[in-house]
């Protein structure tokens, strides 16, 4: 995605950095309408993928084969925070599409609600861009195995000489 400000300069004036060094600009502001921003996709898609995991009641992103490669990324060491995600981007706007596990208790409309309201905040906050609309699939609940009993004590014998 490529963003431009199409904003002037409040002076009206056109900025030319010439030869100034990064370092003797950094402690003045930005100046609007001059350069561009591109996000793309994967980082869009990352940060609602984080926003969504942080919803009490979510389990995991995701659909079943995915979890199982992210399962495999997960025993190697790596993580893929856009697992679930997907993100259109466009010049000031961005959908994203959402497919989630939900926790055994949760009452899945209010948690889809709360996942779209975590999204869309951080999205907006974070990128910058105008969210459109997420939307939120849940494709499966995940019910916690049942605690398993304790292990019965073995008595210990005295050794046969």
Do not use: C, W
């Not at 898609?45 to 389990?59: H, L, M, S």
């Not at 995701?62 to 495999?72: E, F, K, Q, T, Y």
């Not at 009993?149 to 014998?157: I, K, L, Q, S």
Request: aromatic share 4%.
């Amino acid at each position: 995605m490529e963003y431009q400000n199409p904003q002037p300069d409040s002076t009206g004036r056109q900025f030319d950095a010439g030869p100034l060094a990064a370092s003797q600009l950094a402690g003045t502001a930005p100046v609007p309408g001059h350069g561009r921003t591109v996000i793309a996709e994967a980082a869009v898609a990352k940060v609602a993928g984080i926003a969504a995991r942080a919803v009490p009641g979510v389990y995991s992103l995701g659909s079943v084969p995915s979890r199982a490669l992210g399962a495999i990324r997960d025993a190697v060491g790596s993580s893929d925070h856009a697992a679930g995600v997907r993100a259109e981007v466009g010049e000031t706007q961005v959908a994203v599409d959402i497919s989630l596990v939900a926790s055994y208790g949760t009452p899945l409309h209010s948690l889809a609600d709360q996942v779209r309201a975590s999204v869309y905040r951080a999205v907006e906050e974070l990128v910058g861009l105008q969210v459109i609309e997420v939307n939120v699939e849940v494709t499966d609940v995940y019910v916690a195995p049942p605690p398993k009993a304790a292990a019965p004590v073995a008595t210990e014998r005295e050794a046969l000489l």
